[in-house]
T-cell receptor, first 112, second 114 residues
Framework: DSGVTQTPKHLITATGQRVTLRCSPR?????VYWYQQSLDQGLQFLIQ???????AKGNILERFSAQQFPDLHSELNLSSLELGDSALYFC???????????FGPGTRLTVL | AQSVTQPDIHITVSEGASLELRCNYS??????LFWYVQSPGQGLQLLLK??????LVQGIKGFEAEFKRSQSSFNLRKPSVHWSDAAEYFC????????????FGTGTKLQVIP
């Protein structure tokens, strides 16, 4: 158990819908990262937050957004969902910028 | 731009045999390097990391990796594989300057046969 929690574990929704994925980092970690893992794209870095502020952006679509709240939990919002958005979404956390990232168990999103 | 190549998509070894998983990276300076393992349906678990110092890094579960700057490689090794090591292994590189960005390789799936 990494100490990072993600909810929900599974999510099934329809195209065009909007969903929110939630992540609680390890106690004491200020950085939160979001990743997408799919069969065709592999593991892709989406976005990083540090202490409430966006710190780095990767291959995140404009339909996706994220935020980190004062209690340091983070949410990833996915809107106008397409079939291709079906994937495992991982959250990871670390103490600071260049520290080891600890991964949560992931949220499996299925878009029908 | 940084990149990671894991040339072996799938590897099969016999239980008790030695293992080496290859990883090559591309990055302008000395990177931070990681190996993660992912069991089916699970998240990623850190096996080991290299930031600086001794180029031979020891990790959990009996794994080790060696950073070779001249070859831009960070290969993962284990002297004797156990059936429970069957999983997918990811090499990752993090930029050592500026803001943090992690790039993962495409993964190597390890099958262990009795």
């Amino acid at each position: 158990d990494s100490g990072v929690t993600q909810t929900p574990k599974h999510l099934i929704t329809a195209t065009g819908q909007r969903v929110t994925l939630r992540c609680s980092p390890r106690s004491g970690d200020l950085s939160v990262y979001w990743y997408q893992q799919s069969l065709d794209q592999g593991l892709q870095f989406l976005i990083q937050y540090y202490n409430g502020e966006e710190r780095a952006k990767g291959n995140i679509l404009e339909r996706f957004s994220a935020q980190q709240f004062p209690d340091l939990h983070s949410e990833l919002n996915l809107s106008s969902l397409e079939l291709g958005d079906s994937a495992l979404y991982f959250c990871a956390s670390s103490v600071g910028f260049k520290d080891t990232q600890y991964f949560g168990p992931g949220t499996r999103l299925t878009v029908l | 731009a940084q990149s990671v190549t894991q040339p072996d998509i799938h590897i099969t070894v016999s239980e008790g045999a030695s293992l080496e998983l290859r990883c090559n990276y591309s990055y302008g300076a000395t990177p931070y390097l990681f190996w993660y393992v992912q069991s089916p349906g699970q998240g990623l678990q850190l096996l080991l990391k290299y930031f600086s110092g001794d180029t031979l890094v020891q990790g959990i579960k009996g794994f080790e990796a060696e950073f070779k700057r001249s070859q831009s490689s960070f290969n993962l090794r284990k002297p004797s594989v156990h059936w429970s090591d069957a999983a997918e292994y990811f090499c990752a590189v993090m930029n050592s300057g500026g803001y943090q960005k992690v790039t993962f390789g495409t993964g190597t799936k390890l099958q262990v046969i009795p």
